[in-house]
């Protein structure tokens, strides 16, 4: 015997409660294989370029008030370097996600060797290897 069951309000709701859950963890997974990668990349001076990455979800709100603040860091050669933290990004009303980087040189270490993009790809990867799939 078939199921009856009715694509309503209740059921969207529910879709769309579902898909809010992935790309949260989406997001937050992404952010985690970002600081992977810039430690793995060997892009870590003062790492505030590390800790400056967050995650923003309508469902969680942001990460951004924890990122490390403009101010003087240590460098790698003991000297110091000081790092100024960009505004917090916007999450576009159509997206559900957004992973960012608050060091304004980040986009520069992004080109030279990706983490964030990877970091990304890797959380795919990951969700193909369970035999979903999500595109992004």
């Given at each position: 015997?078939?199921?009856?069951f ?46 400056s ?48 980087v ?35």
């Amino acid at each position: 015997m078939a199921a009856d069951f009715k694509l309503d309000k209740d059921f969207w709701a529910n879709i769309n409660e579902a898909v809010a859950e992935v790309m949260t963890l989406v997001a937050e997974k992404t952010e985690e294989a970002a600081r992977r990668n810039i430690e793995a990349n060997e892009q870590v001076d003062t790492r505030f370029m590390e800790g400056s990455t967050y995650t923003i979800t309508p469902k969680k709100g942001s990460t951004y008030s924890k990122t490390f603040p403009s101010g003087s860091y240590v460098n790698k050669h003991r000297g110091i370097s000081k790092r100024e933290k960009a505004p917090e990004a916007a999450l576009p009303k159509e997206y559900d996600a957004l992973t960012g980087v608050a060091a304004p040189y980040a986009v520069h270490q992004e080109e030279r060797k990706s983490f964030l993009y990877q970091g990304l790809t890797d959380v795919r990867d990951k969700f193909d290897s369970l035999g979903g799939e999500v595109k992004l």
